[in-house]
């Protein structure tokens, strides 16, 4: 029925037919707006939405807003809009900054699908980018709703809150109907454990959380010698006292954090993944086996993990370092989640690590979770560089000037002299700016800027202009993501384990 209603201009794959209704997405001149037609005006497809009624087809027909109300209503009608839990399975975690990218991540991870299994996360932000760009866990999910329901995506999503620091946040996010929790405890990691002395370290392990019960934090590995896979870790005195003192609190802070999250949801329908990929030195080996068993023994479960590996993983591009020094380094942490879980291995700041993605897939056996938010943006950019020259230019005129103060939370290592000065370029080589590591770092740090700059009489700089642009070409976009985003699946699926 909807399909035949020319007039309401139906996304095709969102069309939902079921017995007594359907369901759909329409391109109206307003916008898009939620369709839902049935042959009785008094039947249950109509519960749960609001909008405007009329007779349509020998049945009643509703259109309504893709508002908070609406979303909530259709992903009660139509389960499979629902997040829900991933487990082991390869994963990956497709951010979306803006609110309009979910269709171009569907259409990326449909194509790889046809090669092997590989779960998606289609809504996913951290708390500190949801402040930056002014969006609440809500209004994450809500866009990941619309989005998959464009597309006709029925597979299943996770939904991760990502980056969560207090028990404030896994509230909110809890209740946004989030079931993937990342918990970072970066901020109780003792980066200075690295250089103490022996008789500084047993200070400081003196000086832990009761919680703890200390001598814990050595109770569980004191002394021992494992055996992982053929690789042995010592704990020596030394190497269990720096563990404990670097990451002692940060595990008392992931059980208090734990322990929250199965209270609010009574542990049904989530997942955790616990993150210190942010922090300042390297995760050794011996101090990841440190961190599982004790979290372990604090009954924390958790299905992934990301350490702070060794080499660069800055934002939007490729890793920086040895990729064979890596690769040995990696292939133990991957025998340590498989003999300690199993749980999945995580890479942080995920986007564009191409030159690793094949080791990550062979190495963890597809034990492994990608992370990825802010190249969905920097798409978005070269879409808008391609449709529109000038504002794409005064973008990277104002993301210059916001840069050195907005990289402060960022790994990142753009200087401004090495990127090209905006009057050098001309307007047919603005997209190149996105190919060159400087300018590409300094535009991806500098979204929360460029999406909430006001004019001097309040009215958004940039925003209104960027958005109808995106969403008067959700084509263009949708295929740059999805070239962009093969690249980074092709290799968790074609890579033989
Ligand atoms: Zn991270």
Not at 11 to 29: I, M, N
Not at 40 to 69: I, K, Q, V, Y
Not at 322 to 329: H, L, Q
Request: net charge negative; aromatic share 8%; with cysteine.
């Amino acid at each position: 029925m909807l399909e035949t209603l020319s007039q309401l201009n139906v996304l095709p794959r969102s069309l939902v037919v079921t017995e007594k209704a359907e369901f759909g997405l329409a391109r109206t001149k307003a916008g898009l707006r939620l369709a839902t037609w049935a042959k009785e005006a008094d039947s249950p497809a109509f519960n749960g939405f609001e909008g405007e009624r009329s007779e349509h087809a020998g049945g009643m027909l509703l259109l309504g807003p893709t508002n908070p109300h609406n979303a909530h209503g259709l992903r009660a009608h139509l389960p499979w809009l629902k997040p829900m839990t991933l487990g082991l399975r390869t994963s990956a975690g497709l951010g979306d900054r803006l609110g309009l990218a979910t269709p171009g991540h569907v259409r990326a991870v449909r194509a790889v699908r046809e090669h092997r299994d590989i779960a998606p996360i289609f809504a996913q932000q951290s708390i500190r980018e949801m402040m930056r760009t002014g969006r609440s866990p809500q209004q994450v999910m809500d866009d990941a709703t619309w989005g998959i329901f464009a597309e006709g995506w029925r597979e299943g999503m996770g939904a991760d809150a990502d980056h969560l620091k207090t028990t404030a946040d896994i509230d909110a996010c809890v209740a946004a109907g989030f079931t993937f929790f990342t918990i970072d405890p970066g901020e109780y990691v003792n980066n200075s454990a690295e250089t103490m002395t022996l008789a500084d370290l047993c200070a400081a392990v003196d000086k832990l959380p009761s919680t703890l019960q200390y001598p814990i934090s050595t109770r569980s590995v004191q002394s021992k010698s494992f055996d992982v896979e053929g690789y042995t870790i010592t704990f020596d005195e030394h190497t269990l006292l720096k563990a404990a003192v670097k990451y002692g609190r940060a595990v008392a802070h992931v059980a208090a954090m734990y322990r929250r999250l199965m209270q609010a949801t009574g542990g049904r329908n989530c997942e955790l993944e616990v993150s210190v990929d942010e922090t300042e030195t390297p995760t050794s080996l011996a101090e990841h086996v440190y961190i599982a068993s004790e979290l372990r023994r604090l009954g924390v479960q958790w299905v992934s993990l990301a350490p702070r590996y060794i080499g660069r993983f800055e934002k939007g591009v490729d890793y920086i370092g040895d990729v064979a020094t890596f690769e040995a380094d990696f292939a133990v942490h991957a025998a340590i989640a498989r003999q300690f879980g199993p749980y999945k291995l995580s890479l942080h700041s995920g986007s564009d690590k191409f030159s690793i993605y094949s080791v990550a897939a062979r190495q963890t056996r597809g034990l492994v979770h990608l992370k990825t938010a802010g190249t969905s943006y920097l798409e978005a950019l070269h879409t808008i560089a391609a449709l529109d020259p000038a504002l794409f230019r005064e973008i990277y005129v104002f993301a210059r000037e916001r840069y050195e103060d907005d990289r402060a939370s960022y790994h990142v290592s753009a200087q401004l002299s090495r990127a090209p000065l905006p009057q050098d370029v001309r307007d047919a080589e603005l997209p190149n700016l996105l190919d060159q590591f400087d300018a590409r770092e300094i535009l991806h740090v500098t979204f929360g800027s460029v999406l909430t700059e006001h004019t001097a009489d309040g009215r958004p700089r940039f925003y209104e202009h960027f958005m109808g642009l995106l969403r008067a070409n959700s084509e263009a976009y949708a295929a740059n993501l999805e070239r962009h985003f093969l690249r980074h699946l092709r290799p968790f699926v074609e890579t033989r384990q």
